[in-house]
């Protein structure tokens, strides 16, 4: 069987064994958010930060809800990490945006964080300092959620159906999850070009 066959059945494969129930759970509490006025943060470094700028895009522009990453601005993000540490970027760009209880932060990540081994440090301080201020925690991630599920009000973990292929899978499925959630009808605010075109 080619590579190609055998990548295409693992996707139709963790298609069917996504957690709908957390899928949802997150679009209720992310209607909340909007209805609350609140904002939406999110943070990834990788494929996680690309993503992160262009779900910014759909949900401030589809959703109506206010959205943010710190990877859009590489002046800032580069200063901080110069002057600060790459530990505390994320957690010193919120502290500076006064994330509040109103708010909300989105992680997009392979292994969610984990502070025991050092990796993603800079995530797992950001979501200690978003539960101290008690901000809803949402994430896709990949592996076992890391950091980010443990502590997460929504956290749609990425099934693992082969050990070669975590990262591309969990990174693809980032998009296929944060389109869902702006697409679905108690999200949507705003008609898309291509569907509003006959």
Same mark, same amino acid.
């Given at each position: ?20 129930n ?21 943070? =990834? &470094?990788? !494929?996680?930060a %690309?993503?992160? $700028?262009?779900? +910014?895009? #759909?949900?401030?522009? /589809?959703?109506? @809800?206010?959205?943010?990453?710190p ?7 580069s ?33 969610g ?25 949402f =994430? &896709?991630? !990949?592996?076992? %959620?890391?950091? $980010?599920?443990? +502590?997460? #009000?929504?956290c749609? /973990?990425?099934? @693992? ?13 980032q ?24």
């Amino acid at each position: 069987m080619s590579y190609a066959r055998i990548y295409l059945d693992e996707v139709h494969q963790i298609i069917k064994e996504l957690d709908v129930n957390v899928i949802e759970k997150m679009i209720n509490q992310l209607v909340e958010l909007r209805k609350n006025k609140g904002r939406l943060f999110f943070l =990834g &470094v990788g !494929g996680g930060a %690309g993503n992160a $700028t262009h779900a +910014v895009n #759909d949900f401030r522009k /589809i959703a109506n @809800i206010e959205a943010y990453t710190p990877t859009d601005n590489v002046s800032e993000l580069s200063a901080r990490i110069n002057d600060e540490g790459w530990e505390t970027i994320f957690v010193n760009w919120l502290r500076g945006s006064r994330l509040n209880a109103k708010d909300g932060v989105f992680v997009f990540s392979v292994g969610g964080g984990n502070a025991e081994k050092n990796i993603s440090a800079n995530i797992v301080q950001a979501l200690k300092y978003a539960g101290e201020v008690g901000a809803k925690i949402f =994430g &896709v991630v !990949g592996r076992d %959620g890391g950091y $980010t599920a443990k +502590v997460a #009000d929504a956290c749609v /973990i990425i099934p @693992i159906v082969n050990s070669h292929t975590i990262t591309p899978h969990t990174e693809a499925f980032q998009a296929v999850i944060w389109h869902l959630i702006v697409s679905h009808p108690d999200m949507k605010m705003s008609e898309m070009k291509w569907e509003s075109v006959k």
